[in-house]
């Protein structure tokens, strides 16, 4: 991701919320027990907020 913010000349909005997005991911993981299927569920589901704090960035990165 940050290749491609560089590459669409992104400001530094869009890389503040790569580390927050880094952070969601690594909580995620960690969060994450591959025998529990309502976790599994859970964790699913939380790609949702994952691609909208990427999308927050991209915007951000561009008004910023």
């Known amino acids: 991701l940050a290749i491609a913010g560089w590459a669409a000349d992104l400001g530094k909005g869009f890389y503040d919320l790569l580390i ?3 952070l ?3 909580v995620q993981l960690i969060l994450w027990r ?22 927050v960035g991209i915007v951000v990165g561009r008004i910023w």
């Open 20 to 22: 927050v997005t880094a």
């Open 34 to 55: 591959k025998d529990d299927r309502t976790n599994c569920l859970q964790r699913f589901n939380a790609n949702r907020d994952f691609g909208l704090i990427v999308l």
């Open 24 to 26: 969601y991911a690594a």
